[in-house]
């Protein structure tokens, strides 16, 4: 039997000026669909991936965080090179099945949130940015068709999969979440819309601007697989839990991929936006080595 699809529009977990952190389903003003702008949410009692009500109860959003608190995510999937042009300024072949790999759960950071360089990633260059449409598993599923893979996603965010490409490409062996997997390299957010607000998550604008300039424009409708056919896929004898972050590839744009290549620098300023959804701004902050106990 399905449960219900979650009485939530748009799912936020914030912090509130009473000091406490709440998940709340967001309340912003007609016409206006960029979570990020939210001042209030009603407040949400129960359990996200379970039964859960949103409440009358009004509570003023002090800061946006993770949309997920990390004893609600079970694993942070992503696909690579899943858009044609990407593929192709990255010099690769188009993939013929999803290129797969994980990020720890630690890599999740939230939508304001610093990007934390570590001393072993400021060696040599390669620091580059990737914005994402990002799924999230509701109810588990195994071998489900891609006629049904939607019925199962929670909903949708934006995210940046931050990346060092000489950690992926160079040094890691061919492992690319060496590369991917540094603490805070991974915002998403500004939260998680309800799929009864995003029906066809194939025809949304997807965007990265950095320190102003727009470097990454594309529609998610350019994915080589779509969201259906990407869990249809990885539900292939496997099975997806409800908690399951999966982010779903980069357009063409990356730093890597521009003639002369565009690193990102200490105090630079990322903002990764998705129709519908909002933007999540995050500014590289390089980190000093910490002290040995």
């Known amino acids: 039997m399905f449960r219900a699809m979650p009485s939530f529009s748009r799912l ?8 406490r952190t709440y ?21 949400i009692r129960g359990e996200i991936f379970g039964k859960h009500d949103v409440t009358d109860q009004v509570a003023d959003i002090r800061l946006l965080l993770a949309p997920l608190a990390m004893e609600d995510v079970k ?29 720890p ?28 449409l990002v799924a999230i598993i509701g109810k588990a599923c195994s071998d489900v068709p891609e006629s049904k893979a939607l019925d199962y996603i929670l909903g949708y965010a934006v995210g940046n999969d931050v990346s ?19 603490d805070g390299w991974a915002p ?8 009864s607000l995003i029906p066809n998550p194939q025809a949304l604008r997807i965007t990265t601007v950095l320190n102003g300039k727009t470097v990454q424009e594309s ?27 999966i982010f779903t590839g980069t357009p063409q744009g990356v730093g890597m991929g521009r003639k002369p290549q565009l690193w990102l620098k200490d105090g630079d300023v990322v903002e990764v936006g998705l129709e519908g959804v909002g933007s999540c701004v995050n500014r590289v902050e390089f980190t000093k080595s910490q002290s040995k106990l």
């Open 12 to 19: 936020v977990r914030f912090l509130s000026k009473d000091g």
């Open 23 to 43: 998940y709340g389903d967001a309340i912003l003003p007609a016409g206006v669909t960029d979570i990020s702008k939210a001042k209030q949410a009603k407040i």
């Open 75 to 103: 694993t942070v999937r992503c696909l690579g090179l899943n858009y044609e042009q990407h593929a192709k300024e990255s010099n690769l072949p188009v993939p013929k099945f999803p290129v797969l790999f994980y990020k």
């Open 105 to 132: 759960i630690t890599s999740l950071a939230g939508p304001t949130d610093t990007i934390p360089v570590h001393p072993l990633a400021q060696e040599g260059t390669g620091l580059d940015y990737e914005c994402e």
């Open 164 to 182: 060092h490409r000489d950690w992926q490409l160079k040094h890691g062996g061919g492992q690319w979440s060496l590369g991917k997997g540094f």
């Open 188 to 195: 998403f957010g500004p939260g998680i819309v309800s799929p």
């Open 219 to 245: 529609s998610t409708q350019d994915m080589i697989f779509s969201v259906a056919k990407t869990i249809a896929f990885l539900s292939q004898g496997t099975t997806l839990l409800p908690g399951d972050v």
